[in-house]
Nanobody, 122 residues
Framework: QVRLVESGGGLVQAGGSLRLSCAAS????????MGWFRQAPGKEREFVAR????????SYADSVKGRFTISRVNAKNTTYLQMNSLKPEDTAVYYC???????????????WGQGTQVTVSS
């Protein structure tokens, strides 16, 4: 069992930065791939970024590539999403997720956090 708690969301102007954190409980955190997803009002939840359990492999959605960076510190049971050059279209609730296979798809993740709101003003 893994419990995930996101933090770090907020209101920021376009061009600004935020760093989201995802704290995990459970001794098996280091064996899970981690992902970040987001969901805007009226839209489906979409993939943002993922990282392997070792931290050596990452993948990003085209819309955030070059602006967002995912990382993890297994010793702290924490995953991060550094978001730079934010745009109004990045506004959404951001969720972290844990899964054994860790692909770009919602269905491959077994555990989800409650989400944190990110709002980017123009």
């Amino acid at each position: 069992q893994v419990r995930l708690v996101e933090s770090g969301g907020g209101l920021v102007q376009a061009g600004g930065s935020l760093r989201l954190s995802c704290a995990a409980s459970g001794r098996t955190f280091s064996t899970y791939a981690m992902g970040w997803f987001r969901q805007a009002p009226g839209k489906e939840r979409e993939f943002v970024a993922r990282i392997s359990w070792t931290g050596t492999s990452t993948s990003y959605a085209d819309s955030v590539k070059g602006r967002f960076t995912i990382s993890r510190v297994n010793a702290k049971n924490t995953t991060y999403l550094q978001m730079n050059s934010l745009k109004p279209e990045d506004t959404a609730v951001y969720y972290c997720a844990a899964g054994i296979s860790g692909t770009n798809y919602v269905r491959s993740y077994d555990y989800w956090g409650q989400g944190t709101q990110v709002t980017v003003s123009s």
